[in-house]
C-alpha cells in the first residue's frame, strides 16, 4: 500500500459523510418509501376487505371468478409492476448517480489489504 492511500475504513466513513452519498440515499428513499407505503396500504386494503366484507369479496364478476380472485390477482400484478418500475427508475436515475459517486472516490480501485 502507497504511503499516500487513505485507509479503506476512513475512506468508507469520508463516503458515507459525503453530500454526494447524503443526497443518492434521499433519491432512494424518494422513491422507495411511497411505493412502499402504496403498496402495503393496497395489500391491507385486501386483506381488511377479505375479513370484513366477505360478501363484497365473494360477489361474482363472470362465471366463478369473483371480485376478491380478482384483486388477489392484482397483488401479483402490483408486485411485478411495481419490480419493474424499480428496474427502469433504478437504471434511469439511482444507478448513474451511484456510479458517478463509486467513479468519485474510486471505489473501482481494488484495496490492498494486508493480510
Known sequence: MSNDAQPLGERYIAVQESQEFG?????????????????????????????????????????????????????????????ILYIRWAGRVFDPAAEALAEQVGAHETPEVDG
Open 23 to 83: 443526497q443518492l440515499r434521499r433519491t432512494f428513499r424518494n422513491f422507495v418509501f411511497p411505493v412502499t407505503a402504496f403498496f402495503l396500504a393496497w395489500y391491507f386494503l385486501y386483506v381488511l376487505l377479505s375479513m370484513f366484507a366477505p360478501g363484497f369479496m365473494g360477489t361474482k364478476v363472470l362465471g366463478n371468478i369473483n371480485i376478491g380472485l380478482i384483486l388477489g390477482l392484482g397483488q401479483f400484478v402490483t408486485t411485478f409492476a411495481i419490480t
